[in-house]
């Protein structure tokens, strides 16, 4: 497993939250690093916001289309069936619930699954992109997020960042447990093989049950339930 | 085609084009990044003796490129959009005081200049309820989901930019320079719109036509020294 690389190690679980045919959206930060991971016999169809469907992995170096870019303004290539679209078009698709899953970045989660990813307090408001379209608007909000921040807790009692979005977190993804939102509670079901429920739990400030899913799908190698 | 004004009767030389544009306008300018951008164009811009615009676009380009350098310039008095970060000189601006920002949801501005274009004066959506972002703004529960009231946006110029056009100014995109220019182009009074190609009408096929000729009143031809090609 990715020890050494807890942002890597996120994208690669993430991956197994899609099925074939879900369209998704990746947001900046580490969910960015899932293009490059999928696999074009997954059938999933990445979508930009600004405007394609059917994203495909990096150009190779020189073959860089200033006119194929992605939401993070890296170059990308298209796979066949690929769209182009207007912002408009490709904001109705985000805003009228036609994205399965939205994997987006956080910078905290509280236990209500309410989701701060788009300011920073005492910087200025200069900046939201897509990321409150996406959490309002998508299917199935995925949070990929390291599981601290300088030592400090992301997933939270009550957010102190401001609000991205309420209620909007279905699944949280960190380098060493996958949360799931169900009903109101916050629900522990899945603890990377490296870690234990005590130090998940010390790192944690939010409240959680631990409650592997019934049913739940095989386990990604690397991965435990709890 | 050639493209010279007599078989082209919209084409303009870019300063022609940027001599239009007066001081205190509210300008709406296409592109994601510098993708869809029309540079030519700004860069005619940047020789003309206005100031005071309001600039209606999703950044302001990136430092010393695009929007970038109007606004070092101090041309800008305002930016309407919903990514500016990624331009450090905004938040110096914005910082100093010589620059007002307003911040909207990039969903909420899309669907604000697509509505300015189709004659909708404001519509509600749930995306920024109960956020910083709504603060001030009317809402209304719909359906049991809360809502905010948001204005449509209209200019008195929009400049855009796609890769092709015919003698009357239909307009074809390429790749994902398409992003906000063609509801740019339904929501101004003027519309300035910056090609690589000038083709006789009937040479591009009606289905493939996005944006029809009654909304672009001027084409300029892109120059690649100026960057257009977003490699500038």
């Given at each position: 497993m990715d020890a050494a690389d807890p942002r890597r190690r996120i994208a690669r679980r993430a991956l197994a939250e899609l099925q074939p045919g879900d369209v998704v959206n990746l947001g900046v930060?580490?969910?960015?690093?899932?293009a490059d991971l999928l696999?074009?016999?997954?059938?999933v169809y990445l979508q930009s916001e600004n405007g394609i469907l059917g994203v495909g992995p990096s150009p190779p170096p020189g073959e860089e289309d200033p006119d194929l870019i992605n939401a993070s303004k890296q170059p990308v290539t298209v796979l066949p069936g690929a769209s182009f679209f207007d912002s408009a078009a490709s904001f109705a698709m985000i805003r009228g619930g036609h994205i399965h899953v939205a994997l987006l970045g956080a910078l905290q989660v509280d236990e209500q699954g309410n989701l701060a990813n788009w300011l920073v307090p005492g910087r200025p408001i200069l900046g939201v992109g897509g990321a409150m379209d996406l959490a309002f608007g998508a299917r199935r909000v995925v949070a990929l997020t390291t599981h601290t921040n300088d030592g400090k807790p992301k997933l939270v009692r009550t957010l102190t960042l401001p609000l991205?979005?309420?209620?909007?977190?279905d699944t949280v993804i960190t380098e060493l447990a996958v949360f799931r939102f169900w009903q109101g509670r916050m629900l522990l079901c899945e603890l990377a093989e490296d870690t234990t429920l005590e130090e998940v739990r010390r790192l944690t400030e939010a409240r959680f049950e631990v409650e592997p899913e019934p049913g739940a799908a095989p386990l990604t190698p690397g991965w435990t339930r709890p | 085609m050639a493209g010279d004004s007599a078989s082209v009767p919209k084409l303009r030389s870019a300063a022609e084009a940027a001599a239009l544009i007066q001081s205190g306008w509210t300008l709406m300018v296409g592109g994601f990044g510098l993708s869809g951008c029309p540079l030519t164009v700004l860069r005619a811009l940047e020789a003309c003796d206005v100031g005071g615009l309001t600039v209606i676009s999703n950044n302001l380009g990136e430092p010393g490129r695009g929007l970038g350098r109007l606004l070092l310039q101090g041309k800008i008095r305002k930016a309407i959009g919903s990514f500016f970060t990624s331009n450090p000189d905004v938040g110096r601006a914005y910082l100093a005081g010589e620059l007002e920002v307003e911040l909207l949801p990039q969903g909420t501005m899309s669907e604000a200049i697509r509505a300015g274009g189709a004659g909708i004066p404001a519509f509600y959506t749930p995306t920024a309820a109960g956020t910083k972002l709504a603060e001030g703004k009317e809402t209304r529960e719909f359906d049991g989901r809360l809502c905010v009231l948001e204005r449509a946006l209209h200019a008195d110029a929009a400049l855009i930019r796609a890769a092709r056009a015919d003698a009357l100014g239909n307009l074809v995109y390429r790749g994902s320079q398409r992003n906000f220019n063609p509801m740019m182009a339904t929501a101004a009074d003027l519309v300035i719109a910056e090609v690589d190609e000038i083709v006789p009408p009937g040479e591009l096929p009606p289905e493939a036509?996005?944006?029809?000729?009654?909304?672009?009143d001027v084409l300029v031809l892109s120059d690649p020294g100026s960057g257009s090609d977003g490699r500038g």
């Open positions: 930060g580490i969910p960015t690093l899932v696999r074009p016999e997954q059938g991205t979005a309420p209620h909007c977190v | 036509i996005v944006t029809p000729h009654l909304f672009v």
